[in-house]
Structure formats: C-alpha cells, structure tokens
C-alpha cells in the first residue's frame, strides 16, 4: 500500500524561555540538554524516522540556522530542509511546508511536530500518531494531539473534548484555553473533558490549506502565490514575499477557528520541554527532585532544583530549593524555578543593559 504519511519538524524557533542555555544564535533544538549524545531536533527526527520513510520528513528552520541542521542531520536531503529568512510565526512555517509537501504527494496527510518534546513512550507514539493521520485522510479534517493532564499545570494550554466520534480516542474540539490561572487549571484537572495540548498537529494538505485560505484574509493572495511558486521554482527556497507575511500562529488562526477540528487523546505519556519549570518534570535524578543536566554537582539540603552548568565545571550546594542554576558562555543566571516572570525580565535587562544575547 502507497504510503501517503509526511512528517513537518518546525525546528526555527530561538527558544528564548530556556534562556541563557538557549542563545538566539544557538536555540535549544541544537542543544544536547541532557547529554544523551543527540540534541532535541535529532531526538525528535529520529522518533519519526523509527516509522515514517525518510524521504517523507521535512525539517523548516530560519536560514541562521541552517549550518546546525546540515551537522546534526547530514542524511536529510537538502530539498527537505525548508529554510525561512525571516521569523513570522508557525503559521507561515506549516503553510509553506504544506504547500511544499503538497506538491510531492497532493495525497498526504502531515503532522507537524515541535522538537521541544519529551515522548516516554515511543511504541505508544507510533501507533497513536499512524491512527491520526489515518483519521484526517479520511476528510476535510484537522486534528490537535492530547494528553489527560495529571496535575493543575498553569504553564500549557489545554484542549476540550465536545462530541464523541465513533473513532477510538477521538472526539471534536470543543474550545481551547492557553495557559490558565491555576483555579482554572484545577477545574480542568477534576472536569475530566479537558486534556493538555501538546502543539502536534495533524490534517490532510488540502485541508489545511482550504483552512487557511478561508480563515486568515492576509493569505489570501499569498497561498495561490505559494502554490503558483511551489510549481515553477525549487521548493526549497522559500518565496520573496514571505516577508509581508503577519507573524500569526496555527493555533489561534487555525485551530480555534476552524469547524472540522478533532482532538485525539493520547497514551504515549509527554511533557513540554520549554521551560525551566517544565523541564524539570520527568527528569529527577536524585532524592530530593533536583534535576542535573549532564553537570557535575554536590548538592547537600537542597530540593527541586535544576542544575546546569558549562562542561567541566562542578556545583557545591548547599540550602537551596527550587531554583535554576544555568551557566553557559558567558552568563550564569540564579532564578526561583517556577517564576518565568522573573526569568523572561532577567533576559531582557541583560539584552538591553549589558549587550548579552
């Protein structure tokens, strides 16, 4: 049987919530975080790899970036490898991939995958992600990936499930919310219909395409430009007027718009790896939950802390509790854990004041 599955790796993004560790010149999906010995994009190639033709996964990157997808992933082809010179949001990432993907196979059906992921189950993944894509090849459909929340968590958006479907661990999308207060949050966690929104997305081309076209005027005339060019030119070079493009997101232009939306619970087990506070989620490495990525530390009454610091270095702590610790180049950032707030601010002064990226 014809394999008409394609996968979308948005890999562009600057990562500034794992800042200082992640730079604007060298983001996170680069980075090996927890020093397996692969960073978060080849972790993230590497699970759809496992079931998907490799010819059939794209990666979108800023063109800054280019130099680390070619090392990290010499076996990609390069006309798979779509490079945007400018950042203008997912949702000008997702239409020119699609458009892209549709020129190869105007059969496919795509999920597009951020790389700032942890899967725990990847045999769980495999077969919830091969259902899905099943799902939206039957129609005009759109589909966003969720999990049942296990605790009040205030730092991800959540998904509510409306009206069953006669499809197994399928419903439709009934409303979105992007990071609750934590009252909400907890609502959410007893109500039992709300689950956590993982950022995966899945649809049939033409779908998405029909979508955005309808919902957002300012593509209008960009998406049959895109197609038009897709057709004439090397698909890898992104158009000119991707700079007029609005920095809009899938999400929000999409997603919570559109009529044909489905959500899909999942089993594979996941967290967001996006900051600080997130991170530290499934990885305890010690009694007392302090999580220490690929760092030598000595930690003595310290609890629930993140440790990070430049190889060959070591920390000896003593007394602390729920803070990162996060050394890289030339900056060393000491943070209470759970207030990004702080962290976002800290960042900011030191970009402004002090000329530090």
Known sequence: MENHNYCLILAGGIGSRLWPMSRKSFPKQFIDIFGTGKTLLQETYDRFARFMPADHIYISTNVDYLPFVYEQLPM???THILEEPLHRGTL?????????IKKADPQASLIVSPVDQLILNETHFQQDVNAALDFVSQGNRLMVMGLRPTRPETGYGYVQMGDETDYPNISRLKTFTEKPELKYAEVFLQDGSFLWNTGIFVFGVDAM???????????????PKMMAD???????????FFSVLPKLSVDMNIMEKSQNVYVYECHFGWADLGTWGTLSENHVTDAEGNII?????????????????????????????????????????????????TMRRMMTEAQTQLGIE
């Open 76 to 78: 990609v082809d390069d």
């Open 230 to 240: 897709a057709e004439t030119a090397d698909p890898k070079f992104l158009p000119e």
């Open 209 to 223: 395409l029909s979508n955005i076209y309808q919902l957002v005027p300012e593509y209008q005339v960009e998406i």
């Open 92 to 100: 000008a990432s997702v239409a020119w991939g699609t458009v892209v």
């Open 293 to 341: 990525l690929d760092t030598r530390a000595l930690l003595t009454n310290s609890r629930g802390n993140v440790i990070r610091l430049e190889k060959g270095h070591t920390a000896l702590i003593d007394g602390l509790q729920d803070y990162v610790i996060v050394e890289e180049g030339d900056v060393l950032m000491i943070c209470p854990k759970n207030n990004a707030a």
